[in-house]
């Protein structure tokens, strides 16, 4: 497998001062899965930002599909480098859904029928064909979810990153989140605490806190290590023997 | 919870609705600017029919106009109270010592019917387009980016503020607050606003971050689906006829 994401000794301090993240050193590869876990304020978010340029890092390299993440680079690192945020309201900006799905491939320069039909296909992936006239604030919790994904599908990215995509949601929508999830093939990043999530759809775990990578592994063996868990503030998940 | 959606009968069907929004605007704005110019009260009187005549074309019911026009009614009625006594003039009724003078209401009702006149023709020219069209019609007229941009994130964000804001008092009053005349509930009234406006504080920023992530870079840029054709432009020329017919005839006496 290729490499995708390259980051090495990535440090990033707060304006206020915290030390959000200290020497991160990862390596992603391409089509794969991998699920970041930690206690809250382990720097999970801090990190996911790094990788589209949303936050420069204050030292080390990031690298994403061979280029560092700069200013000059920093559309096409957005293109490839997709992220859904945790809280869909903030996803979804635009009046209509048909808006929000076209923001991302308008502002990347695409020409209108390329927007239409990306718009288009980017809602059929997540089963939403019919809600491109819809006003976001009328949709369900569920459906916001839904809807926020289709927001970076549409710019066709290599790199799909999810911030807590899960958290709210009811069983039944949840169930149909990750079964949407597994059906995509392209290279995944998960940040959670929703472990049976990440067992299900990763391969790889990224354990961190404090700011530094504290485990990286199998997903399995990761997440049935009580004591490596424990130690960090979570609890094994339920289909292991929690 | 009620949601102040003015866009709330766009779906309905007139000559109104399937009129194109940007000729729509620049006309139902002209005929706004012509009826808050009229100084002859009679005329306005026709401005005003012109106002009902639209808002009844559009088929938006008059019960939810008259819902949205209440505040506008509020401060009416405090201006022809201060105006009909303040302003110098002959005596209309006289009330021991309070005078109503003619030229006090006379002025006050024509300002009453410039106002009303203008809020009711809100209606057909925003309320029969849904608001995400109606931006992008000002988008095309050339309306400054930075206004549509404030227009659109108000629309977008008013309902999560009104619930943001429902779920603080709400926890408020779970915990035993109740609403008074007094000055612990102002500060406490302080506090929740102040809270409801660090929250949204943070939301803008966590929205900002979104729409950098999706390549945004200032300014906003969207698809349209709006079309011309030339009853857009004789219901255009029909309204602006309109407009001007008052001042035609206050000229004429």
């Known amino acids: ?242 | 919870m009620h949601l102040p959606e003015i866009d709330k009968f766009a779906h309905l069907k007139s000559p109104l609705h399937s009129w194109d929004p940007r000729v729509k605007i620049i006309s139902i704005s002209v005929l706004i600017l012509s009826v808050v110019l009229l100084k002859d009260l009679r005329v306005t009187f026709l401005g005003l029919g012109l106002a009902i005549t639209l808002v009844f074309l559009s088929k938006i019911p008059f019960s939810f106009v008259f819902v949205h026009l209440r505040w506008v009614l509020f401060f009416i009625v405090a201006l022809f109270v201060i105006l009909s006594l303040t302003v110098p003039g002959s005596t209309l009724v006289g009330l021991s010592f309070l005078g109503v003078s003619r030229e006090g209401f006379e002025l006050s009702l024509l300002i009453s019917l410039r106002a009303i006149s203008a809020v009711l023709l809100i209606f057909p020219m925003l309320g029969t387009t849904r608001f995400d069209l109606s931006l992008k019609a000002l988008q095309k007229i050339k309306v400054p980016d930075k206004l549509i941009q404030l227009l659109m994130f108000t629309y977008r964000y008013i309902f999560l503020f009104l619930d943001e804001q429902k779920r603080i008092f709400t926890a408020a009053t779970s915990r035993g607050w109740v609403r008074k005349t007094n000055l612990s509930t102002l500060k406490t009234m302080g506090n929740l606003v102040g809270m409801l406006l660090v929250r949204s504080f943070d939301r803008t920023e966590r929205i900002r971050d979104a729409m950098l992530s999706r390549g945004y870079s200032g300014r906003l840029k969207t698809l349209d689906d709006l079309t011309l054709c030339w009853k857009d432009f004789l219901k255009g020329a029909l309204v602006v006829t309109g407009a001007l017919m008052p001042h035609l005839l206050g000229w004429m006496g």
């Open chain 1, 1 to 242: 497998m290729s490499r995708i994401i390259k980051i090495r000794n990535l440090e990033y301090v707060y304006p206020d001062g915290t030390k959000a993240l200290k020497g991160i050193d990862l390596d992603v590869f391409k089509e794969e899965s991998v699920g970041l876990i930690g206690p809250n304020g382990a720097g999970k978010s801090t990190l996911l930002l790094h990788l589209n340029g949303i936050l420069k890092a204050g030292r080390g390299l990031v690298e994403v599909l061979g280029m560092k993440v700069k200013e000059r680079n920093i559309i096409k690192v957005r293109q490839r480098v997709a992220i859904v945020f945790q809280e869909p309201d903030d996803q979804l900006f635009m009046p209509t859904v048909f808006d929000d799905v076209a923001f991302g491939p308008i502002n990347l320069g695409y020409p209108e029928e390329k927007v239409r039909v990306s718009v288009k296909e980017a809602l059929k992936g997540v089963r939403m064909e019919s809600y491109e006239k819809r006003c976001s604030h009328h949709l369900s919790f569920g459906e916001k979810k839904r809807i926020s994904l289709a927001t970076v599908l549409s710019m066709q990215p290599e790199i799909l990153i999810l911030d807590e995509p899960t958290s709210n949601l009811d069983p039944r929508a949840r169930r149909h989140l990750i079964e949407l999830l597994r059906s995509f093939t392209l290279t995944k990043i998960v940040a959670g605490h929703d472990l049976e999530l990440i067992l299900g759809i990763c391969q790889r775990v990224v354990l961190l806190d404090e700011g530094r990578i504290v485990a990286n592994g199998d997903a399995r063996n990761v997440l049935s290590n009580k004591s490596l868990m424990e130690s960090h503030g979570l609890e094994l998940p339920l289909s292991l023997g929690a």
